[in-house]
């Protein structure tokens, strides 16, 4: 029993080296996760409008930030991290940054599509019972109004005022009320824009003296 005494404490000796060499390469690969500055613009799905108030973060990290005015953002992460891009009406994307970045600095450019969903159809009846709904369909008048014009309603150009007249839907209604929460909240604590370079601002007062608005203030 004495000679097995040797043999099982150099069998301990070997896996505590080892368990300790791999506790420290483990450790050692945590500290060098480098921090990379991830910046970007996000934009809808057809790349023409930039959306604002986007939620950018890292899942259980505590790290995020939000997109401004212009979908502009920017914020350091760690190699490996995954960073999730979220907005109400919008599908959630999810961009990993790779475990091995040559440079500090990485560059997106984010598109997001609109998440519809779809409801079953509702028909809405306007007789609470079947006996009114009959009598009302034998007292139709069977005759179409519209049948004499029937061919310019589905002209082209009709259909283009129809088109142009149309008002929004609730998903645009929505995004456009919190894109203007999301503009004031800029103009009120972001940076303030330098109107003295603003050609618009500029052909604005240009137009104001022609009109003489400066005279009828005096």
Request: proline share 6%; glycine share 8%; no cysteine.
């Amino acid at each position: 029993m004495k000679k097995l005494y040797p043999h099982l404490l150099l069998l301990l000796g070997f896996f505590l080296t080892v368990s300790f060499a791999q506790a420290q390469s483990g450790s050692g690969e945590q500290r060098e996760r480098r921090v990379i500055q991830l910046s970007g613009v996000v934009l809808n799905a057809d790349s023409t409008d930039a959306v604002p108030g986007v939620n950018i973060f890292v899942p259980k990290k505590g790290r995020g930030t939000s997109s401004g005015r212009f979908g502009y953002f920017s914020m350091p992460v760690l190699e490996g991290d995954s960073v999730v891009f979220s907005f109400i009406g919008l599908k959630r994307q999810t961009f990993r940054v790779p475990d091995l970045v040559t440079e500090d600095k990485i560059s997106l450019i984010v598109t997001m599509e609109d998440d519809e969903m779809g409801l079953a159809e509702v028909e809405v009846m306007p007789y609470p019972t079947e006996e009114e709904f009959k009598r009302a369909v034998l007292a139709m008048n069977l005759e179409d109004p519209l049948a004499g014009n029937r061919a310019g309603n589905m002209n082209p150009e009709t259909l283009l005022l129809y088109a142009e007249n149309m008002p929004a839907s609730p998903n645009e209604n929505f995004r456009g009320f919190y894109r203007g929460q999301g503009m004031q909240i800029q103009d009120r604590y972001g940076p303030r824009p330098f109107t003295l370079l603003d050609p618009i601002a500029w052909s604005n007062f240009i137009k104001s003296i022609k009109r003489g608005d400066l005279k009828k203030r005096d």
